[in-house]
T-cell receptor
Framework: NAGVTQTPKFQVLKTGQSMTLQCAQDMNHNSMYWYRQDPGMGLRLIYY???????DKGEVPNGYNVSRLNKREFSLRLESAAPSQTSVYFC????????????FGPGTRLTVT | KNEVEQSPQNLTAQEGEFITINCSYS?????LHWLQQHPGGGIVSLFM???GKKKHGRLIATINIQEKHSSLHITASHPRDSAVYIC?????????????FGKGTHLIIQP
């Protein structure tokens, strides 16, 4: 099993450009999450999907949209990138809502100039 | 919203020392996560615990639900334990909407 995979690993964007970060899991998990990690801030929840067909905002959703394409895939879209979105993005999945272990992807390092 | 605080932020120790990292949280929860982030950036789950103590190799995690406090201990520390250790609790008590993370403890074990 590959676990949680993310693409791309690195990306540089200019301000105003758009892009989609892809995430897929092969563990048949119901819940998926997008986090961002900034120096000195810790990981923060952007969006989550408790189950296929549902998505909800987390702590820092502004400037992002998500799509739960199917049970396996959960994408994060930046419509008009801003320098404040320079960060490392992690996708994670868990078996269900509540008290389940979360499994993390390798991360995407995004720089917006 | 749960607030998660970790201490210390940075810790440097000699190989073989006993290490303790502390975590406190504000919202009553039934489980807490301990994660390890490698120097390369990958994050792995070490423990999820709801009461008492769990042990995996040289790592021990304890939690006191009443005091809203958890500790991660490393016995006989080794340079390969050098990493960032992160504790996390559910955003809300129910845990349905992702995790709130501490800022992490950057641990360096010197040979």
């Amino acid at each position: 099993n590959a676990g949680v995979t993310q693409t791309p690993k690195f990306q540089v964007l200019k301000t105003g450009q758009s892009m989609t970060l892809q995430c897929a899991q092969d563990m048949n998990h119901n819940s998926m999450y997008w986090y961002r990690q900034d120096p000195g801030m810790g990981l923060r929840l952007i969006y989550y999907s408790a189950s296929e067909g549902t998505t909800d905002k987390g702590e820092v959703p502004n400037g992002y949209n998500v799509s739960r394409l199917n049970k396996r895939e959960f994408s994060l879209r930046l419509e008009s990138a801003a320098p404040s979105q320079t960060s490392v993005y992690f996708c994670a999945s868990s078996e269900g809502r509540g008290y389940y272990e979360q499994y993390f992807g390798p991360g995407t390092r995004l720089t917006v100039t | 919203k749960n607030e998660v605080e970790q201490s210390p932020q940075n810790l440097t120790a000699q190989e073989g020392e006993f290490i303790t990292i502390n975590c406190s949280y504000s919202v009553g929860i039934s489980a807490l996560h301990w994660l390890q982030q490698h120097p390369g950036g990958g994050i792995v789950s070490l423990f999820m615990l709801s009461s008492g103590k769990k042990k995996h190799g040289r790592l021990i995690a304890t939690i006191n639900i009443q005091e809203k406090h958890s500790s991660l201990h490393i016995t006989a520390s080794h340079p390969r334990d050098s990493a960032v250790y992160i504790c996390a609790g559910p955003n809300s008590g129910g845990g349905a909407d992702g995790l709130t993370f501490g800022k992490g403890t950057h641990l360096i074990i010197q040979p």
